[in-house]
């Protein structure tokens, strides 16, 4: 009866074994910047995002310095003429705001144009992530950019260097 209690418990004990998860993990950080064209895209982004910060920097300029010269000449205006000037600079700061919204918004410029030269690289990454873990039969792949849940990893488990072979960058 031992025996069998022995062998039974064997028998589940390697069954469960047999059919552990296996888990891995990447670094998509580490994966884009190490392909050149995400690099590309990053430096498009950055450089249209200088130059919008920039056009909208002028313009508050140029509000900045209306509302000097009304502050002095306040004293002179009769008092239509300052709200009419007074709200001309409110009409140009409405339309600097909608300008940056339109620009930075959530639903901006930026986003959407980061929507176009990223997230096809980033779909890429994710493809060659699926496909590896489809052909090793990892149940769970991590990814420990910007996760702080990911106390530890060991190494040996990182993946990532193989994502990027399966795109044909070099590491």
Sequence with gaps: MKRI????TALLFFALASSA???AF???????NNIPEYKDAQQQ???LSAKWQ???EEKYQKIDQLYKEFQADAALMPEDMKKQREQEIVQKEKEVRKLQEKRFGEDGDLHKKRQELVKPIQEKVF????????????AFVFDKANNPKLLFASP???ISDQ??????YSY
Excluded: C, H, M, P
């Design 21 to 23: 998860q296996r888990y």
């Design 127 to 138: 493809n060659a992530i699926e496909e590896i873990a489809n052909d090793k039969n990892y």
């Design 45 to 47: 982004l950055d450089d």
């Design 156 to 158: 040996r488990y990182d």
């Design 5 to 8: 209690i022995l062998i039974s």
């Design 163 to 168: 994502v990027l072979d399966k795109l044909g």
């Design 26 to 32: 990447v670094d998509t950080e580490y994966i884009l």
């Design 54 to 56: 920039k056009e909208i």
